[in-house]
């Protein structure tokens, strides 16, 4: 199907039962078209068109909790997610806006505000509901499918549509929050926050976000901000004295509840929503955020007016899973970093696109992964940089048992 220029239109699907979903995904063998699916949030491909079928779940968005287990459908957002929990009691790592998709934060591990404390999203979950290739309903979990399992936990979107969840949530009584603003040059500040989560307790996560004015999902300048797992807010003062004792910061610290620290991103409605502005940069999975590391981001984000620099500590719960026990890399990583800038038409001219691409190399030359959940462009040629190489090698086998017309290539696509 083609639009009036000859443009493939997507044939767009809005499904309310599994079944729906597996008579849609059946049609995509047999026809031999990609299939993309759009799992209620707000990343890339939410936006982009596509040919074969656009596969839209936000019509399978229900949330059930019994006692700790909690079974999420394909099509939720992270924000009704926490406003369900919070009512048991419990809470899961998700991601930093409440529009954020369930389904495709899990699949590419999920960097969240409880990294540190729980792990990443992937970590916590216990099992799934997959539509495969054939169009066939399977479970996956630890016992039943367990290399589909595997693959799920890190390995993105590349095996199946999942329209269902199973995760194991936290029991949160609450939070405290920790927000500093920075006035003036950021360089004593991470330095101080990179010495802090060498040895701080896991209950502490800690973002660092420098944004311009212009971007509309986050207050402009520098800030640091921390998460403590538990009602805490002297023990959360407490640990983070190396930070707000710095000149030039001001620190507020208060017990909001965990939902109001998931920021709300501004959504484009419509079919014809427009795409966002293009990106200019990358991201990385760091073993250490070293001083020269520090020097560039300063540099960058002072050099760039339209960048944004964004960090995030990783260690702790994180670091208690094998390399091996999932297919997300690079868990001997400390820190996640994004650096980048907004390419605005009339902004940027291609002096300032070179340089900004020239600095963002030699931020990212030291990364020992890159995270793909932060990586907006289906670029196949990236993919081996997204996972170890043993883990490439599992996945590639994964995907030729589970999808091997390899219909669901609208993502980062395994090849085998």
């Not at 900004?356 to 890159?370: P, S, V, Y």
Request: hydrophobic share 45%; no cysteine.
């Amino acid at each position: 199907m083609a639009d009036s220029a000859g443009a493939p239109v997507p044939s767009v699907h809005r499904p309310s039962t599994v079944d729906e979903v597996a008579e849609v995904v059946r049609r995509a063998s047999r026809e031999a078209v990609p299939v993309t699916v759009v799992a209620g949030g707000h990343g890339p491909w939410s936006h982009a068109p596509a040919d074969g079928i656009r596969l839209e779940l936000g019509g399978l968005s229900g949330i059930e909790v019994e006692g700790t287990t909690v079974r999420i459908g394909g099509g939720a957002v992270w924000g009704d997610v926490a406003t369900a929990l919070a009512a048991h009691g419990l809470a899961l790592s998700s991601g930093d806006t409440a529009s954020v998709g369930v389904g495709g934060l899990t699949l590419g591990g999920g960097i969240g505000w409880m990294v540190r404390a729980w792990g990443l999203a992937a970590d916590q979950l216990i099992g799934a509901q997959v539509v495969a290739a054939s169009g066939e309903v399977v479970d996956a979990s630890s016992e039943t499918n367990p290399e589909l399992f595997w693959a799920l936990r890190g390995g993105g979107g590349n095996f199946g549509v999942v329209t269902r969840f199973d995760f194991a949530a936290h029991p949160l009584a609450g939070i405290a929050f920790a927000e500093s603003v920075i006035d003036g040059d950021a360089t004593a500040v991470l330095r101080a926050a990179r010495d802090l989560l060498r040895d701080a307790p896991r209950e502490l996560t800690v973002t660092y976000m420098d944004v311009p004015p212009m971007d509309p999902s986050a207050p402009a300048g520098a800030r640091l901000s921390a998460v403590w797992a538990a009602p805490e807010p002297d023990r959360l003062r407490a640990v983070w004295e190396p930070i707000s004792a710095l000149p030039g910061v001001q620190t507020q610290v208060t017990t909001p509840p965990y939902l109001e620290v998931l920021m709300e991103m501004p959504q484009p409605e419509g079919d014809d929503a427009p795409a966002p502005p293009g990106f200019l940069g990358g991201n990385g999975l760091y073993a250490e955020l070293d001083d020269a590391l520090i020097e560039r981001l300063v540099a960058f984000r002072r050099t760039y007016p339209a960048s944004v620099v964004f960090l995030r500590s990783l260690g702790g719960a994180f670091h208690d899973v094998a390399q091996e026990e999932t297919a997300f890399p690079a868990r001997a990583a400390n820190w996640f970093v994004m650096a980048g800038a907004f390419d605005i038409p009339g902004m940027l001219d291609e002096q300032t696109r070179s340089a900004i691409d020239a600095d963002g190399e030699g931020i990212r030359a030291g990364r020992l992964a890159e995270y793909g959940n932060f990586a907006d462009t289906e670029r196949p040629d990236a993919v081996p940089g997204m996972f170890s190489a043993e883990a490439l090698t599992r996945l590639r086998a994964t995907k030729a048992a589970w999808d091997p017309q390899n219909i669901f290539r609208r993502n980062h696509n395994i090849l085998v």
